[in-house]
């Protein structure tokens, strides 16, 4: 099975910019579709973004996030990244790697949690006003 280990998070400023990473070991993620995840303090779990490598290379977004986040993967690395632009204080959170072998008709069903296999310990991600 693969294992995932998330890091790059931190403290910064609104206004900031940050990649985080997730490194893969145990299997190449080529053959997997990989998402991000987040939970904020007091909330529930949410879908950030996902990625179906190779293929196509469709990508899922939260809608509030369209813009300010891109998802990515370097095959060679065996990484995943998630570069965050123009960060918010509302975009404090712990965030989360995931990886699914499963295969789904819809980019929207990569939004869900139940559709990933294996997740990361997760990354903290605080950003001051």
């Known amino acids: 099975q693969v294992q995932l280990v998330e890091s790059g998070g931190g403290l910064v400023q609104a206004g900031d910019s940050l990649r985080l990473s997730c490194a893969a070991s145990?299997?190449?993620?080529?053959?997997?579709?990989m998402g991000w995840f987040r939970q904020a303090p007091g909330k529930e779990r949410e879908s950030v973004a996902a990625?179906?490598?190779?293929?196509?290379?469709?990508?899922y977004y939260l809608d509030s996030l369209k813009g300010r986040f891109t998802i990515s993967i370097d095959n060679a690395k065996n990484t995943a990244y998630l570069q965050m632009n123009t960060l918010k204080p509302e975009d404090t959170a712990v965030y989360y790697c995931?990886?699914?072998?499963?295969?789904?008709?819809?980019?929207?069903?990569?939004?869900?949690?139940?559709?990933?296999?294996?997740w990361g310990q997760g990354t903290q991600v605080t950003v001051s006003s």
């Open positions: 145990g299997r190449e993620i080529r053959n997997y579709a």
């Open positions: 995931a990886a699914t072998t499963r295969i789904y008709s819809d980019i929207n069903d990569y939004g869900w949690m139940g559709a990933y296999m294996y």
């Open positions: 990625i179906i490598n190779g293929g196509t290379g469709t990508a």
